[in-house]
């Protein structure tokens, strides 16, 4: 959105009815000496169209009861271009923050927000959903989670597109994929380094091990040497072999190997 355009449009302020509500909305303290004071109500909300924008400010009490007309933060929506930005008037700058990263003022109750019913059904219409009197902020936030979610996959469908056009021209999977993976695959992009944990392997194999204290826990290798023993199946993985999914997962695979932990490995 033109900030430009937004900036010179009316600047939304308190209807008289608000003020009403604001003088009517006696703060509550409570008996304890760390509560703080709340106002039953606190935060009063105005909506406006104009210009296909939709324009939500923020009131509250505090301020309106001490004479101030204007709202603390205005937030300007853009339907048609699904997307929102926001105007906040204590330091004066634009931002892109949603509406819980916002700082109000103490006091306010954000769930409890007051709005007017012309207000209401334009807050509904644009957020497409039939929300509550009460329910008002927490729409508009949900709302504002999804813009950014929609905006994220437009974003990286822009990387995942050129990876499509790769991988539509392979049509199937190809012939011994599993066993090419589980003899070649495996084998050149993982390595066993040290650990501090002791071997889980059974005594006939521990001898494959630098000391018994070693273990060997398989990480993706940065090079792709072969290591020189082969995998050995542990008594917990003997029943699960490493398939192709569990190969590209970041984390360690579950199976279990044993080679010797001082094997040298060159960068290429």
Request: aromatic fraction near 8%; glycine fraction near 4%.
């Amino acid at each position: 959105m033109e900030k430009q355009k937004l900036k010179k449009m009316k600047i939304l302020e308190a209807t008289d009815e608000m003020v009403q509500v604001a003088e009517n909305d006696v703060p509550i303290i409570g008996n304890m000496p760390y509560e703080k004071m709340t106002y039953p109500v606190g935060m009063l909300i105005r909506a406006e169209e104009e210009e296909n924008i939709v324009k939500i400010g923020f009131f509250f009490t505090e301020i309106l009861a001490a004479g101030g007309r204007r709202p603390l933060y205005t937030l300007f929506i853009d339907k048609k271009k699904d997307c929102f930005i926001g105007y906040d008037y204590r330091l004066k700058s634009w931002t892109n923050k949603m509406l819980d990263k916002i700082e109000y003022p103490n006091g306010g109750k954000k769930h409890h927000a007051w709005c007017d019913l012309k207000s209401l059904e334009i807050i509904r219409k644009t957020v497409e959903e039939n929300c509550k009197e009460n329910e008002i902020y927490d729409s508009i936030w949900e709302f504002e989670e999804q813009v950014r979610r929609r905006t994220r996959i437009q974003k990286n469908r822009k990387i995942t597109r050129e990876w499509d056009k790769v991988m539509n021209c392979v049509k199937e999977t190809p012939k011994d994929w599993d066993k090419w993976m589980k003899k070649v695959g495996i084998t050149e992009n993982y390595t066993c380094p040290k650990a501090t944990r002791p071997c889980r392997t059974s005594t006939s194999r521990q001898k494959k091990c630098v000391s018994v204290t070693t273990a060997c826990a398989c990480t993706p290798s940065p090079t792709r040497r072969i290591c020189q023993e082969r995998w050995l199946p542990t008594s917990a993985t003997r029943n699960s072999p490493p398939t192709a999914r569990t190969v590209a997962s970041p984390s360690p695979p579950p199976w279990g190997c044993c080679f010797p932990a001082t094997t040298s490995i060159t960068s290429m």
